[in-house]
């Protein structure tokens, strides 16, 4: 499995500054309603957390890229980072730390939907001490990926670090927390699914001219790109004032797990190739194909199987 870089590429590295866990994924029929129990058919496990899934996103999209984050001293440890290990992904700035690895744990029902605790563990240890670390690392015009399984403090460090040295910014608000809109302000480029996106303008419940007129709004009030995806309807996406919309792919989903980080990295890798429309068709593309295999990071495409179907 080849993961070379052209030559036209390496001028741009990516960061991942987020999470890293181990799922635990179990699949049923159909998710259980609040207080009940359901029989499982099957459970496997997977390397993920939504830092590490978008690291390994970028890095198989044919980026070079850092993760930083941290892992526990357990058995979960080596399991997490294996396939970003594989594919090439620098692992300098994953710390150690005692105590668990971060973990999932994730029910998938028969139609591909899914219910996810997270457990943090060794990510709540990451610091702004470690963004400042990470950021001392990049250069200007590299760019930064954020998401929020990690702690306040350091995702507000790297995003102001990060604007002070030239360093482009994209925030995945994923998990919404309460900070989300607030954190969301500090970025260059933000992701975000629906009611992420409700959240961050302030309004609940709207309709799609509703989401495009708060599109346009915030984009006026911040500047930034504001890119909102909406599962098998696509994504719409403002920058530089212009409205874009893309298509993923029909399919039957097996897993919906990993396609939204899977999104995200696919889009940070196609941002400084192509146009910014066909960044957002590939990176929806990427995502379509996350959906037909079970597990975060080993369902992430090779970059030529997204190009086969686009």
Do not use: W
Request: hydrophobic letters at 45%.
């Amino acid at each position: 499995m080849s993961f070379a870089c052209s030559k036209g590429r390496d001028s741009l590295m990516i960061t991942v500054f987020g999470s890293i866990n181990m799922d635990l994924i179990a699949t049923t029929e159909r998710l259980p309603k609040p207080g009940e129990t359901v029989a499982g058919n099957g459970f496997a496990t997977a390397a993920g957390g939504k830092g590490a899934n978008q690291a390994l996103a970028a890095r198989r999209a044919g980026r070079y890229v850092h993760m930083a984050g941290a892992v526990g001293k357990d058995a979960f440890a080596a399991d997490a980072l294996a396939l970003l290990d594989e594919a090439g992904t620098d692992l300098s700035l994953v710390k150690h730390v005692d105590g668990p690895t971060g973990t999932a744990l994730i029910l998938v029902g028969g139609d591909g939907e899914n219910m996810i605790a997270v457990v943090p563990g060794a990510n709540g240890l990451v610091t702004p001490a470690d963004a400042e670390i990470a950021i001392g690392r990049m250069n200007e015009g590299d760019m930064l990926m954020l998401q929020l399984e990690v702690p306040v403090a350091a995702v507000e460090r790297a995003l102001s670090a990060a604007r002070a040295k030239g360093i482009t910014s994209i925030l995945n608000l994923a998990p919404l927390i309460p900070d989300a809109p607030r954190l969301g302000r500090l970025a260059d480029i933000v992701i975000a699914n629906e009611t992420e996106f409700e959240r961050l303008a302030g309004q609940n419940g709207m309709d799609t001219q509703e989401r495009e007129a708060a599109l346009v709004r915030l984009h006026q009030e911040t500047g930034q790109t504001l890119i909102v995806t909406l599962g098998g309807d696509g994504v719409i996406a403002i920058r530089d004032g212009v409205i874009s919309r893309a298509q993923g792919l029909a399919i039957d989903p097996v897993d919906t797990v990993g396609a939204g980080d899977t999104f995200c990295g696919y889009f940070a890798a196609s941002l400084d190739d192509v146009d910014f429309p066909t960044a957002l068709r590939r990176a929806a593309v990427a995502g379509s194909l996350a959906c037909l295999k079970s597990g975060a990071q080993p369902s992430i495409p090779l970059s030529e199987e997204v190009a086969d179907r686009i």
